[in-house]
């Protein structure tokens, strides 16, 4: 067994006993697996890639050199090849795209371009002319040579690929030629679209939105990272440029020592939001699923009744019960002067601006909103859980503690893997509870950048933004979100018995 303790002696531990040390196990095993992460995934990733690289300038080589003077011509005329052997369909889309591509960098794309490596060089403003009349000067947007410098790099990358595929495309249909064998028409490669090559035509749109939306976006935070744009270089006023990585060692510089350092703060607020993260998870899904098993027991009346007062709770919106609860725990609040007069306290209890309590609030007031949307989740697999396992488990002697651990929560965690990946992401990222039940409160001078003690990253990051306008800062705080996100996604769900025994519980 794992952790030097023999089958033996886990065969004797008791089903507590089994569950804390697989527990344990789990979560001791997590360094050796994001060290395997960085020293096997990672390096097989790069290998493969590379790999793919030198496939790539094999094709290229080899159609250079034994291409025919159609296929060569291709190299510089998209779809060449394809149109003189009367592909047309083919042919077209490739030099439509090559003419499409000339003309953005023509007209709009190659003036951004020029200027990314500056950012920018005039600046805008109102100035007088030598007779006192005032002019405006329009000036250059850091912000936008960034952003179009950036998509137009894109689209670069893509029209390299999109040469690489005309050239392989132009050989291929060379060879197709040489051997006697007929080319396919316009007609059969679309019918190819909605048949064989279907899911290539059913990702098209949803890659594009994802290139756009996701890829775009984070790319174009990584670049802002290594900017000074701030509230001091807002464009279209002033220009922001290049600073390096001055902004990673303003977040990680002081270590965790430096009161109102960004290292200090950032080491606080991550270890804040990891904890949090946690219970806030762990403490919805156990107590969840505890409710979903009371109520779909045996014996228990009004099962339905129960079930639709918890379902109710989730038709309020979320954000309106975290006021509410926000303003009955409040130090003025209703929960404050109702323990008052009823003489249980002299003095009002700072559910929500007492570091230590204000954290314990906002942990209870997320497991009464999240309760019932676990307890949903529940019932729903507890009813497709086969009854004949617990009978088997009853004629073998076992008791209702022994079947939930040996049944039950392993079925629950087979399949609740992956919900639990993205509850704990989410956790990770759950704006809404901390900035409407406390907005980070209470403040604290070792913190910098307007953090309070109940902030996460996510919000101290909208602080860093709106308040502070740090956006440089900002982006260093969103790159290592998104490391620790997907590297924790990633590692956590491959580790999970739903990727490992997938086949268990078909």
């Known amino acids: 067994m794992k952790q030097q303790v023999s089958e033996l002696d886990y065969l004797k531990m008791s089903v507590w006993q089994k569950f804390c040390f697989k527990f344990v196990s789990f979560f001791k095993s997590l360094p050796l697996v994001f060290l395997n992460f ?27 050199r034994y291409g025919d003077w159609k296929t060569r011509i291709s190299f510089v005329l998209f779809g060449f090849s394809q149109l003189a052997r009367k592909q047309w369909l083919r042919g077209l889309l490739f030099l439509v795209f090559e003419g499409i591509f000339i003309l953005y960098m023509a007209l709009f794309g190659g003036q951004y371009l020029g200027l990314f490596g500056s950012l920018g060089k005039l600046t805008g403003g109102e100035y007088e002319d030598e007779y006192g009349v005032p002019h405006y000067t329009k000036g250059d947007n850091s912000l936008l040579i960034l952003l179009y410098g950036l998509l137009t790099i894109l689209f670069i990358i893509f029209f390299i690929y999109a040469w690489y595929r005309n050239v392989k495309s132009a050989y291929n249909t060379q060879q197709i030629e040489e051997a006697k064998q007929k080319l396919s028409t316009a007609k059969q490669d679309v019918a190819s679209l909605l048949d064989d090559q279907y899911h290539k035509t059913l990702l098209a749109i949803p890659l594009a939105g994802l290139t756009i939306f996701t890829i775009v976006p984070i790319i174009f935070m990584v670049f802002l990272a290594f900017t000074n744009y701030d509230q001091e270089h807002l464009p279209p006023k002033n220009l922001f440029t290049w600073i390096g990585w001055e902004n990673f060692e303003a977040v990680f510089g002081g270590g965790i020592s430096g009161a109102s350092s960004f290292g200090y703060t950032f080491a606080h607020v991550l270890l804040w939001t990891v904890v949090w993260a946690f219970f806030a998870t762990f403490s919805n899904y156990i107590l969840g699923m505890i409710v979903a098993i009371f109520i779909n027991k045996k014996g228990i009346r009004f099962k339905k009744l129960w079930r639709t007062i918890l379902v109710m709770t989730i038709a309020v919106p979320q954000f309106v019960s975290l006021l ?47 309760i019932p949307y676990t307890m949903l989740i529940s019932t729903g697999i507890l009813m497709n859980i086969p009854e004949d396992l617990y009978e088997s488990a009853r004629i073998d002697g076992a008791g209702p503690v022994k079947a939930f651990f040996k049944i039950t929560l392993p079925y629950m965690l087979h399949v609740t893997a992956p919900y639990l990946i993205t509850q704990f992401i989410g956790n990770l990222n759950n704006f809404n509870v901390i900035y409407l039940l406390t907005g980070g409160a209470p403040a604290t001078l070792d913190y910098a950048g307007n953090a309070g003690r109940t902030d996460l990253l996510i919000t101290w990051l909208y602080k860093l933004v709106m308040d502070k306008q740090l956006y440089g800062v900002a982006s260093v705080i969103s790159i290592l979100m998104f490391i620790i996100t997907a590297v924790v996604s990633l590692v956590v769900y491959n580790r999970s018995s739903a990727v490992k025994n997938e086949e268990d519980f078909m």
């Open 38 to 64: 960085f020293k096997v995934t990672i390096p097989n990733a790069a290998k493969r890639f590379w790999n793919g690289l030198k496939e790539i300038g094999l094709t290229i080589g080899r159609a250079a």
């Open 324 to 370: 509410l609860m926000s303003q009955m725990l409040a130090d003025e609040g209703v929960i404050n002067s109702t323990l008052q007069s009823w003489g249980w306290t002299d003095h009002s209890i700072k559910f929500l601006t007492d570091g230590t309590l204000a954290k314990v609030s906002i942990i209870v007031v997320n497991i009464w909103i999240g």
